[in-house]
């Protein structure tokens, strides 16, 4: 399915107008109109605000199936959940982002740098610790 169609599919099922999805996204009716007719393709960023005036997560927009789509399989260890997706951990993440937002290119350069040379160290001690 095209997605112009599927947004006018999901608009009028929430009996939305077109100018009303404006308003939301911030964008003009007629930019509207025409992504909904396909003579438009909208970018990620513009989905997502869509996909917000609808009051729908945007693999809805995306997705063509009837269920929701298996989440990924990540590699490595499957079990544990990935740092900063719940919890005091993504406080911390949202704290860092807000931090690197400040920074400039090569004050980030500079942490990625201390971070990467930082996550490598417990790894040499503890093949350190195992050869003693």
């Known amino acids: 399915m095209l997605i112009g169609q599927k947004l006018r ?19 003009v009716q007629p930019y509207v109109s025409r992504v909904e007719n396909g ?8 989905l997502e605000k869509w996909a917000s005036a609808l009051k729908i ?5 995306l997705y063509d199936g009837e269920e929701p789509p298996k989440p990924l399989k990540l590699s490595g260890n499957h079990n544990r959940e990935l740092w900063g997706n ?9 704290r860092l982002r807000q931090f690197l937002a ?5 004050e980030r350069e500079l942490l990625l740098s201390l971070a990467g040379r930082m996550a490598s160290r417990p790894r ?3 093949a350190e610790d195992k050869r003693k």
């Open 86 to 94: 719940s919890g005091r951990d993504s406080h911390h993440l949202k």
């Open 9 to 27: 599919e999901i608009r009028e099922a929430k009996k939305m107008s077109q100018m009303e999805i404006a308003e939301s996204t911030g964008l």
């Open 57 to 61: 997560p945007l693999y809805q927009i």
């Open 102 to 106: 400040r920074m400039n290119e090569q």
């Open 39 to 46: 003579h438009t393709i909208p970018g990620v960023e513009t």
């Open 124 to 126: 040499r001690r503890a």
